[in-house]
T-cell receptor
């Protein structure tokens, strides 16, 4: 069974440009999360989808970040325009609902974003 | 809001036992998870405690006390490959089923 996959693995862009990160969750996982780790700090929550609906987007830092999950399958996270402080690793994770499993989130390998 | 506290760094000798503590404050608590991350790669799931007590999985064990809002990860027979960052994370239902991570504990295993 394929795990969570993310693309690209690494993106280098200039300040002001746009980047779109993609996440393909594990098939059948309705819950999809975006997290990011900046400068080796804690892994911080960005938002949570249940199928195609945004369940919680309280962690989104500002309106330069836009996440979508059309059709409830893969998700994209767009940063436009990118700023220097957006550099970090963006992780996607998927899971079954808490009552159906062990509470485990399955993480992708992350998309490293470097803004110059 | 939610907050978690865990030590930032721990060093231990190969073959020894190490305990990483985690205290948390949250509402709508479901359970406490532990994740391992090597060199900034994908965090990987180690354990999940929803009820009080000790859960053992091989060399790793995890403990939870809901009344004390406290848990720990116990690593036995440490190996060099256990050098990594370890994150405790609270699964809570405040608003949505959200996993909130602590800042991580960097474990260094030395010969």
């Amino acid at each position: 069974e394929a795990g969570v996959t993310q693309f690209p693995s690494h993106s280098v862009i200039e300040k002001g440009q746009t980047v779109t990160l993609r996440c393909d969750p594990i098939s059948g996982h309705d819950n999809l999360y975006w997290y990011r780790r900046v400068m080796g700090k804690e892994i911080k929550f960005l938002l949570h989808f249940v199928k195609e609906s945004k369940q919680d987007e309280s962690g989104m830092p500002n309106n330069r970040f836009l996440a979508e999950r059309t059709g409830g399958t893969y998700s994209t996270l767009k940063v436009q325009p990118a700023e220097l402080e957006d550099s970090g690793v963006y992780f996607c994770a998927s899971s079954l609902p808490p009552g159906q499993g062990t509470g485990e989130l399955f993480f992708g390998e992350g998309s490293r974003l470097t803004v110059l | 809001g939610q907050s978690l506290e865990q030590p930032s760094e721990v060093t231990a000798v190969e073959g020894a036992i190490v305990q990483i503590n985690c205290t948390y404050q949250t509402s709508g608590f479901y359970g406490l998870s532990w994740y391992q991350q090597h060199d900034g790669g994908a965090p990987t799931f180690l354990s999940y405690n929803a009820l009080d007590g000790l859960e053992e999985t091989g060399r790793f064990s995890s403990f939870l006390s809901r009344s004390d809002s406290y848990g720990y990860l116990l690593l036995q027979e440490l190996q060099m490959k256990d050098s990594a960052s370890y994150f405790c994370a609270v699964l809570s239902g405040a608003g949505s089923y959200q996993l909130t991570f602590g800042k991580g504990t960097k474990l260094s295993v030395i010969p």
